[in-house]
Every structure is written in structure tokens, then in C-alpha cells.
């Protein structure tokens, strides 16, 4: 296993050479001034904004101005940038991913989206390939079990909170156009503005590719609306709709004599009240419903592996998902004190339709199966952020009940302590855990049978860390975590019964994920600055893809000089500590060089050009041998501002 890939040493060497450039800077820096504005309150921690300074929580922000510098297409595009985040996906153009958190799986990892839950039901994971990058404002991810405040999410937390209806009535927004090899394509629009006293934010988008490796080809129409009402000087009410459908086609896996095809539909509204109470106490209220319609279709090759011919189905999933409810805070601000009382409801309906071909009716699989499962959830949450002098100390607790599970009991305590306005020092100890999901505990699935008896895995988490810039004008940030595993969740010895001798899920012992997390960044030398981070993993007994140790890294140089250009170089590794069975590669570093160049200028209005060369060096860095990442491929395309 390679901790540090031979491509990597020369922007290490360049990393210290750049540090000890800018210590010769004559210029102060204070603590946060590395982050953008808008990463001075964190969201996501209490679920009310605080001061990072203040935030026990392992938080790392990504801002839409640094998604835009990225030249990102999805949600996963961002996401695999992330610090001790680990994102499954094949790099293709709108490709579907698995996230995990610091060595957790993927059903651990809660992603929610404006406050709605974005899991899928059935099986747990989160898709975001359905969600527009375009309309998103910030991503924050919580690093470590968040459920204190957000409930089941052992992992941690990715909360994506979209962009805000226009203040001003002059309208502003942009327009995207962007075109890259095997007819892959990105337009999108938006705009935001006030009429009268409302409001509003529009998004419109499109996307497709023929498929950069493999015929993975992709579609995806989206639009995303958002409206903002002033109420009576005292808040405001905000409602908000989005709807897409990507579609993918999964290319060939001639391993297994197959080929996929999938799509998602999914439908979103959403309604929240802000209101001012008194000085001291605010009121947040939402509700939302949540609908998405799945279908995975498995076609046969014919190359003689299985019994089919070229074409012939091999089995057909649907699931129609449908969930509503809602949200309630009562914030208190007092002095030394933001305390923030909540509950949260919700209902869920689940619908699964499992059509077998006749390969899989020789192996005793019915015909057809259909499952209707239904979930209720509601929990209480209290944490109240407690400051005196230079520390802040955050303790939380939720109660969560779950229809089909057992209750669960969440309590957290962090402590943020301020050196010298240089340094912040972090601890947190949570306890964590993650509910089964419906096809685990009722619906069941293709060669999976449902086991109603299991119980929610658990885990007791211990982080601690710190940022500083104590090293002249280098900012450092490190972070070490041990979460305590119960109650994972496994295959059973041997499987189901006959006839189709089905998997079947069971709670074994338990499971340690330990490791650290290292970021660094540079002050601009010559418009010039350095980033990179690393991050190692080591899981005990090994994870369900038998991986033992895991880690991450990634490297970049930005240039930023507006009266010439825009461009930054980024090179990601990731080492998933496979079996051979896998086929994986891991090899390689993935670089992506992305340049903008502004063309013209006009009072509000403003053009730039732009090219992204990704995979600039035709490296391999994939999961399974038969799911490879593309290689080199260009794009360009024009954005204008207003």
C-alpha cells in the first residue's frame, strides 16, 4: 500500500518551498482569513449558524465560488475533493456514487438537502447525481457521527444548502455553456431577483454525454425554483420546488455477462417559516414531501457466462419512494447562550417491484415480487452552545423513535478553545449510530431476504483536533478520530434457505475506525497558492469490501490574477486497500487542470472562457476492474454573468 505516490513528491517539495516564500510575506493574518466569508458560520453542527470558532464538530465548507473555480458537474465531482471523505464512482460524466466518511459505508452517510433527507429508503445510500450542482450554495460535511442533531448517521453528515432568492429587483444570475469530447454537454441557466416585496430564485439545466469510457451513456433534465415572502417585518416564508431525472446507462460488465441501465425521478417541495418571536427567541418551521421513482434494468450480453441471449432481460427493480414531513426549532440566544430546541417528523411509503428473466427463474427466483413497506420517524433534539472567555462548550442529546426499530437515545459533547486568535483546538465525543433500512428489515430484494429482528448499529466517537496559523502564514489543519463500532451489520454465514439461497443481513460485534485527517494551505506568493490534504483510515476487523486500512490525498496550485487568468491544477489519489479479486487500480494520481479567462466587462455584465483538461495525464484510479475511469478528455465552454 502506498502511502505518498511517486507523482506527488515534487508538490510536496513545492508545498515547503512556497511556505517558507510567503513567511517572508510582510503582511498580518488572522485565523480565518484563509476561509471564503461565507465559511464563517457553520450550519450544520447545532443546525443553527455559529462561528466556526466556535464549532466543536470536524466541519469542512465548500462554497459555490470554489465549485465554480472547480468547474464541477455534480455533487460527487465536489465531494471527492473532501478531506476523509471517500466517493465511490467511476469519474465519467454524471456517474453515480457511493459516499463514506471516514472509512464508514455508505448507508451511514446522511445527506440531506435544504433539511430534506436525500436516502433512498430502500437501501440506505444517498444518490446526488439528482441533485444540480448549479443551485447550490454551500456544502457543509460533518466528519463523524452527527446524531445528536440529525439522528441516524453514523458516518456523519453532508448537508447541501442551496443558493437564496434575489434581494435586489434588478435581476441578477448567469447563463453556462459547456461542450466537452464524445458529445458530453453542461448548459444550464439562473437568475434571482425582487418583484415587489418577493423574492426569487430560478434554475434551469441539461446535461448529457454519448459516454467518455464504454458507452456510459447520461441524460439529465432539472429545474429548481425557490421564493422568499417577507412576513410582517418579523421573517419570511420561503417555498421551493426541484424535479430531475438522470439517466444512465451503465456500460458493459462483461465479467458478469451483463450491462445496466438506470434512472431516477425524483420531485421535491418544500415550505419553511422563519420567525423573530422576541429579541431572544426565533421560530423555524418546515415542511416538505419527497417523491423519486427508481428503475435499475439489467440486460443480458449473451457471451455464454449466463443463459442468455443479447438483450434478454435479466432482471427489472423499481421503487417508488414517497416521503413527507417536517421540522420545528425554537432558538434561544441569550448572552453566553444559543440554545436550540427541535423535533422532527416524517412518514415514509416504499413500493419495490422485482421482475426476474428467466436466467434468474431457473435459479428459483419468482417471477415477479412486490413489497410495500412504510416507516414513521420522530425525534427530539436539545444542544445549547455555552460561551465564557475563550472556550465554547456544546453539549446536545436527541431521542429518536422508528416504527420499524428500536428508539435511540444520542447524546454529544464538544469543546472549542481559542489560543492567542492563532489557533482553535477541537474535542468531541458523540454517540452515534444508523437505523437498518426498509429492504434490510421487510422489503428484501434481488438474492436478498429481509431480517425484521435487526437493530440499529451504534458507536460511541471520539475526534479531537486543531487549525492554527501559528506557522507563519501557513494555515494547518489536523484532526485524529476513533469511532467504537457495535452491532455492524454483515452477511450471514452461509445465506438464506433454498430456493434461491438468498443473503441474509445479521448484527455481529463490533468494528474500530481509527485515523487522521492533515490539511494544509498557502498564503498567494506571485498570485500563486498550495493546498493538499491526506487522510488515513485503519478499520478492524476489515469493512464489507474487506478493506482494512483506507486513505486519501490530494494536491492542488490555484493562480488566480484577474487581469490574466484563472487556473488551478488538482491531483486526487485515493487507496481503497482491495483484494485482487477486485481488479481494482489505484496507481495513479487523477489530475485536473482547469483555466478561466475573463473576456468581457460591461457595467453588471461580464463573460469568461474556460477549458478543464481532465485526467490530464491518463492515469487509472477505479473500484472494480470493469468500471474504469475515463481517460483524458476536454472540455470548453463560456459563462456569462449579470
Known amino acids: 500500500m502506498k502511502l505518498f505516490p511517486g507523482k506527488f513528491i515534487v508538490f510536496w517539495v513545492l508545498f515547503g518551498l512556497s511556505a517558507v516564500a510567503t513567511a517572508q510575506s510582510s503582511y498580518e493574518m488572522k485565523l480565518l482569513s484563509l476561509y471564503f466569508p461565507q465559511k464563517d458560520l457553520v450550519i450544520s453542527a447545532t443546525r443553527y449558524p455559529k462561528p466556526i470558532s466556535k464549532t466543536a464538530e470536524n466541519v469542512t465548507i465548500v462554497t459555490a465560488d470554489e465549485i465554480q473555480k472547480m468547474n464541477a458537474h455534480t455533487v460527487a465531482d465536489v465531494l471527492s475533493r473532501v478531506p476523509g471523505l471517500f466517493v465511490n464512482f467511476t469519474q465519467d460524466f454524471g456517474a453515480t456514487s457511493l459516499l463514506t466518511l471516514q472509512g464508514s459505508e455508505d448507508r451511514h452517510v446522511r445527506v440531506m438537502l435544504d433539511g430534506i433527507q436525500w436516502n433512498f429508503l430502500s437501501d440506505g445510500h444517498a444518490e446526488t447525481n439528482a441533485i444540480p450542482v448549479g443551485i447550490i450554495e454551500r456544502i457543509e460535511i460533518i466528519k463523524g457521527p452527527a446524531s445528536s442533531a440529525w439522528g441516524s448517521s453514523l458516518g456523519g453528515v453532508i448537508n447541501i444548502i442551496t443558493k437564496q432568492p434575489g434581494t435586489q429587483p434588478a435581476p441578477t444570475g448567469s447563463v453556462s455553456a459547456a461542450v466537452g469530447e464524445s458529445r458530453t454537454f453542461d448548459y444550464n441557466a439562473q437568475v434571482a431577483g425582487l418583484i415587489g416585496p418577493v423574492g426569487y430564485y430560478l434554475y434551469g439545466g441539461k446535461q448529457a454525454s454519448d459516454g467518455l469510457w464504454n458507452d456510459r451513456e447520461y441524460d439529465n433534465g432539472s429545474f429548481f425554483s425557490k421564493v422568499n415572502i417577507p412576513v410582517a417585518d418579523r421573517g419570511g416564508l420561503q417555498l421551493s420546488f426541484g424535479y430531475s431525472r438522470p439517466e444512465n446507462d451503465g456500460g458493459e460488465i462483461s465479467s458478469a455477462d451483463i450491462y445496466g441501465l438506470g434512472e431516477i425521478e425524483s420531485r421535491h417541495t418544500l415550505a419553511s417559516l422563519d420567525l423573530t418571536l422576541t429579541r431572544a427567541i426565533e421560530l423555524k418551521v418546515s415542511g416538505f414531501h419527497l417523491s423519486r421513482d427508481t428503475e435499475v ?205 438468498n443473503s441474509i443481513f445479521i448484527n455481529s460485534g463490533g468494528r474500530d475506525r481509527r485515523g487522521i485527517e492533515l490539511e494544509v494551505k498557502t498564503r498567494p506568493v506571485y498570485d500563486v497558492s498550495l493546498f493538499g490534504h491526506w487522510t488515513y483510515v485503519d478499520i478492524d476487523p476489515a469493512n464489507e469490501t474487506f478493506s482494512n486500512a483506507m486513505h486519501t490525498a490530494g494536491i492542488g496550485m490555484e493562480y488566480s490574477n484577474p487581469r490574466i487568468c484563472q487556473a488551478q491544477l488538482f491531483g486526487r489519489y485515493v487507496d481503497w486497500d482491495l483484494p485482487e479479486s477486485y481488479g481494482a487500480s489505484y496507481g495513479d494520481v487523477i489530475w485536473d487542470l482547469t483555466i478561466s479567462k475573463k473576456i468581457f466587462t460591461h457595467k453588471t455584465m461580464s463573460s469568461h472562457l474556460f477549458m478543464t483538461a481532465h485526467n490530464l495525464l491518463n492515469g487509472s484510479q477505479y473500484f472494480l476492474t470493469q468500471l474504469n475511469n475515463p481517460e483524458r478528455w476536454m472540455e470548453a465552454g463560456i459563462r456569462c454573468e449579470f
Not at 441471449?309 to 421503487?319: I, K, P
Open 297 to 501: 434494468t439489467v440486460l443480458g450480453l449473451g457471451l455464454g457466462m449466463l443463459s442468455t441471449t443479447a438483450g434478454e432481460l435479466f432482471s427489472d427493480t423499481a421503487w417508488d419512494e414517497e416521503t413527507y414531513g417536517g421540522s420545528a426549532k425554537l432558538v434561544w440566544k441569550d448572552g453566553a447562550h444559543v440554545g436550540v430546541l427541535g423535533f422532527d417528523a416524517d412518514h415514509g411509503e416504499m413500493d419495490q417491484l422485482i421482475l426476474a428473466g428467466a436466467t434468474l427463474q431457473a435459479f428459483g427466483v419468482p417471477e415477479s415480487d412486490l413489497s410495500r413497506s412504510d416507516l414513521d420517524r420522530w425525534a427530539v433534539f436539545l444542544n445549547d452552545t455555552i460561551t465564557f472567555g475563550d472556550f465554547s462548550i456544546t453539549p446536545g442529546a436527541r431521542f429518536d423513535h422508528n416504527s420499524v426499530a428500536d428508539s435511540f437515545f444520542s447524546p454529544s459533547l464538544g469543546i472549542a478553545y481559542n489560543h492567542q486568535d492563532n489557533t482553535i483546538i477541537r474535542a468531541t465525543l458523540a454517540r452515534g449510530f444508523n437505523y437498518p433500512f426498509l429492504s434490510l428489515l421487510s422489503g428484501g430484494g434481488l438474492f436478498l431476504d429481509p431480517n425484521p429482528d435487526l437493530e440499529p448499529e451504534d458507536a460511541w466517537s471520539y475526534q479531537l483536533g486543531f487549525e492554527t496559523v501559528k506557522i507563519p502564514y501557513l494555515w494547518l489543519r489536523f484532526s485524529a478520530f476513533f469511532h467504537d463500532q457495535d452491532k455492524a451489520l454483515k452477511v450471514a454465514p452461509g445465506g438464506g434457505g433454498p430456493p434461491a439461497y
